[in-house]
């Protein structure tokens, strides 16, 4: 800018913008209003010709009302357009990025992780119609490990693609049934009605106000997820081999063989200068010391269901 070099003023450019306010060193600093001649206008906190701290900007598509460094949204701020969107949150170099809140013109709200002023990370998009989905985004698209709550009761937790049920999943619907369940780009490509084991005996029916970690098991479940190796169920066994194949549960709810565990363990010692961990993570979710080696929590749910400890009435596996 033009003018003295300090103080208060008035600019007005070729153009028809003009910048009111305080300058220093001939350039605007401090607090000041810089008006386009299209209508747009940017008020607050200037430093060396660009916004710097607590702003307004007003254009034809909404405000801006928060933080800037170096002429850009930076820092907190909320958008309020003039679609009727609205965003409340984390910018940098003038984009939504971190976590924020945005509420759409529709009533949908999205809460979560942004990145270049997309739903990107772990996020909740709350729908108009009631429902409810929690877990990984990407491109403003779901994708990756979620879980979608219908309104009417159905909850769907899965893989996601382009925000499609996409790989397996399981669905457990309002009425108790539990389904395993695999997808290819939204088409269901089959959907087997598992066996529910809830913190003792299996019913095919749970009630309401059912634990969280409840596990629906099929035949399938019979083998490791990560060797492939059946499961044994004689917890007794003094046969290192054979208690290598015992299933183990962890804090996480997931489970897989000793084996498995023992040689996880085995491979963390390897890349630690010999330390041996005490505990270790999940292979399948990663939530940090699921497993402990030494003391191994097994899975006596499932080993009572490979077990067929339970009578058969017309056909169907039900409680004792």
Same mark, same amino acid.
């Given at each position: 800018?033009?003018?003295?070099?300090?103080?208060?003023?008035?600019?007005?450019?070729?153009? &028809?913008?003009?910048? %009111? =306010? #305080?300058?220093?060193?001939?350039?605007? /600093? !401090?607090? +000041? $209003?810089? @008006?386009? *001649?299209?209508?747009?206008?940017?008020?607050?906190?200037?430093?060396?010709?660009?916004?710097?701290?607590?702003?307004?900007?007003?254009?034809?598509?909404?405000?801006?009302?928060?933080?800037?460094?170096?002429?850009?949204?930076?820092?907190?701020?909320?958008?309020?357009?003039?679609? &009727?969107?609205?965003? %409340? =949150? #984390?910018?940098?170099?003038?984009?939504? /990025? !971190?976590? +924020? $809140?945005? @509420?759409? *013109?529709?009533?949908?709200?999205?809460?979560?992780?942004?990145?270049?002023?997309?739903?990107?990370?772990?996020?909740?998009?709350?729908?108009?119609?009631?429902?409810?989905?929690?877990?990984?985004?990407?491109?403003?698209?779901?994708?990756?490990?979620?879980?979608?709550?219908?309104?009417?009761?159905?909850?769907?937790?899965?893989?996601?693609?382009?925000?499609?049920?996409?790989?397996?999943?399981?669905?457990?619907?309002?009425?108790?049934?539990?389904?395993?369940?695999?997808?290819?780009?939204?088409e269901r490509l089959s959907s087997k009605r598992c066996l529910v084991m809830i913190n003792g005996p299996p019913s095919l029916r749970p009630r309401t106000g059912e634990p969280p970690d409840i596990i629906a098991l099929n035949d399938e479940d019979k083998e490791c997820e990560l060797c492939f190796h059946a499961f044994t169920t004689d917890t007794n066994t003094s046969d290192d081999e054979v208690k290598r194949r015992l299933p183990v549960l962890g804090t996480c709810t997931h489970y897989c063989c000793l084996g498995c565990i023992l040689e996880r363990q085995t491979r963390l010692a390897q890349?630690?200068?010999?330390?041996?961990?005490?505990?270790?993570?999940?292979?399948?979710?990663?939530?940090?010391?699921?497993?402990?080696?030494?003391?191994?929590?097994?899975?006596?749910?499932?080993?009572?269901?490979?077990?067929?400890?339970?009578?058969?009435?017309?056909?169907?596996?039900?409680?004792?």
């Amino acid at each position: 800018m033009i003018g003295k070099k300090k103080g208060r003023c008035k600019i007005e450019f070729a153009d &028809g913008d003009f910048y %009111e =306010g #305080e300058i220093e060193h001939g350039k605007a /600093n !401090g607090k +000041g $209003k810089y @008006t386009f *001649a299209s209508g747009g206008v940017c008020e607050g906190q200037w430093k060396d010709d660009k916004m710097y701290g607590k702003g307004i900007i007003t254009w034809a598509n909404g405000v801006y009302d928060g933080e800037f460094k170096d002429g850009k949204a930076h820092g907190k701020g909320e958008m309020t357009c003039t679609n &009727g969107d609205v965003y %409340e =949150g #984390e910018y940098k170099d003038g984009e939504m /990025n !971190g976590t +924020g $809140k945005k @509420t759409y *013109a529709n009533r949908d709200v999205y809460e979560g992780e942004w990145k270049d002023s997309e739903e990107n990370g772990q996020g909740k998009m709350t729908y108009t119609n009631g429902d409810v989905y929690e877990g990984e985004w990407q491109e403003e698209r779901q994708n990756g490990k979620g879980t979608m709550t219908y309104t009417n009761g159905d909850v769907y937790d899965g893989d996601w693609k382009d925000s499609k049920k996409h790989g397996p999943g399981t669905m457990k619907e309002a009425c108790g049934d539990v389904y395993k369940q695999v997808y290819n780009n939204g088409e269901r490509l089959s959907s087997k009605r598992c066996l529910v084991m809830i913190n003792g005996p299996p019913s095919l029916r749970p009630r309401t106000g059912e634990p969280p970690d409840i596990i629906a098991l099929n035949d399938e479940d019979k083998e490791c997820e990560l060797c492939f190796h059946a499961f044994t169920t004689d917890t007794n066994t003094s046969d290192d081999e054979v208690k290598r194949r015992l299933p183990v549960l962890g804090t996480c709810t997931h489970y897989c063989c000793l084996g498995c565990i023992l040689e996880r363990q085995t491979r963390l010692a390897q890349g630690d200068n010999g330390r041996v961990p005490h505990r270790i993570p999940c292979m399948t979710c990663s939530e940090d010391d699921a497993f402990c080696p030494s003391e191994p929590r097994y899975d006596r749910r499932l080993i009572r269901y490979m077990g067929r400890r339970i009578p058969v009435i017309n056909g169907e596996e039900h409680s004792d």
